[in-house]
């Protein structure tokens, strides 16, 4: 008898400790994943450009001192726009050699200059003036940094809201009283730029007015934040 109480004691402890246990775990019932999201299109107030130059020469060491008088020369005169970046971009040094005897022909050099601005009248007055000695590989346009993040915490709030309003719609939708939020991500990298883009390498722009800049159609690119995450019904 007291063998069959002792069973008893420990079968009664058992079952409590995985009464206890189960009230610790999480209810993993009456959830609902939610998504929403928030869009805005926004203007693009950044213009970048790749401008090249290309020469070709028999003798390569003065390709290099060519190509470097001229990039140099690009700099100087962009010093004249100080509101636009500028940078060199890369740079390329390489043989040519005659299709019928594959002895070598010349040597041929191409080097880049990058443009970032958000004055895109001063930066095509520049693009006009290099454009003397340099082509114009592309230009497009994007939203900058700082108006990107302005307009992705704005979208934040924005989608944060609209997805208690879906929780809530659902909520009533199942005859539940209320909801409690489970997770929630929010993800801020939804950023498409419109694809303008003008490319004219082999032409040259046109005078827009006496400034010699051409006038500029920017676009808009749009920006989206998602929310999503998932809700428990109470």
């Not at 930066?123 to 302005?150: G, P």
């Not at 009533?172 to 801020?188: D, F, G, P, R």
């Not at 990298?189 to 005078?207: D, G, H, L, T, V």
Request: charged residues 20%.
């Amino acid at each position: 008898m007291r063998y069959l109480a002792l069973t008893t004691l420990l079968l009664g402890t058992t079952l409590s400790t995985m009464s206890n246990a189960a009230e610790n775990e999480p209810l993993n019932y009456n959830i609902v994943n939610v998504q929403a999201d928030a869009t805005r299109q926004v203007s693009n107030d950044e213009m970048h450009a790749v401008l090249f130059i290309e020469k070709t020469n028999k003798q390569p060491a003065e390709l290099s001192a060519q190509i470097t008088q001229l990039m140099n020369q690009a700099i100087a005169t962009a010093k004249k726009y100080p509101q636009v970046k500028v940078e060199t971009g890369s740079q390329t040094t390489y043989p040519i050699y005659d299709n019928d005897s594959q002895k070598l022909k010349e040597w041929r050099g191409r080097a880049e200059v990058r443009l970032e601005s958000k004055d895109f009248k001063a930066a095509s007055q520049l693009i006009n003036e290099l454009q003397q000695n340099f082509q114009t590989q592309s230009i497009n346009f994007t939203v900058s940094d700082e108006q990107r993040k302005k307009v992705e915490n704005e979208l934040m709030v924005e989608a944060s809201k609209n997805f208690q309003q879906r929780a809530q719609i659902l909520t009533q939708a199942w005859n539940k009283s209320a909801y409690n939020l489970v997770s929630l991500n929010i993800n801020t990298n939804n950023y498409a730029p419109q694809p303008i883009m003008m490319r004219a390498s082999m032409a040259k722009f046109e005078a827009a007015d006496a400034g010699g800049g051409q006038n500029m159609a920017a676009g808009e690119s749009k920006i989206t934040v998602n929310a999503n995450g998932s809700i428990q019904f109470k």
